[in-house]
């Protein structure tokens, strides 16, 4: 897929964006060896834009409505994991992953109602 088509789609541009973030704030995470909560937050992070990836070329519109689901459920559990985070002691602030997250969440809630609505 070119930049210019992920440019072009919100979901797709916000979940590599917050990949990123996801990814630069675990290895913060390693460096001070806390290893099973940034695998874990790894995982599930990335996963959400994966599965957002994967859905553009979905072989039916169920399908896509699938996938957007699995995203949606990897943003629930990355939602966990950053509730984890912010209750540990001396962990590094997660607010903006935080608030990333729920533009998320809303965006796939969103794409996950209106393609049922024209899939009925």
């Not at 440019?7 to 990949?19: V, Y």
């Not at 390693?30 to 874990?40: A, H, K, S």
Request: proline letters at 2%; a neutral charge.
């Amino acid at each position: 897929m070119q930049n210019s088509m992920i440019d072009r789609n919100p979901i797709l541009k916000l979940t590599i964006a917050f990949s990123v973030m996801i990814v630069n704030y675990c290895e913060e995470l390693r460096l001070t060896n806390r290893y099973i909560i940034g695998n874990q937050l790894t995982r599930s992070g990335t996963s959400i834009g994966a599965n957002c990836f994967e859905a553009q070329n979905g072989e039916s519109k169920d399908d896509f409505i699938h996938k957007i689901k699995i995203a949606a459920k990897e943003a629930d559990e990355t939602q966990y994991w950053l509730l984890i985070c912010k209750a540990a002691e001396n962990y590094p602030d997660c607010e903006a992953l935080s608030n990333r997250l729920i533009e998320i969440q809303k965006v796939l809630n969103k794409i996950i109602s209106s393609s049922k609505a024209v899939n009925n």
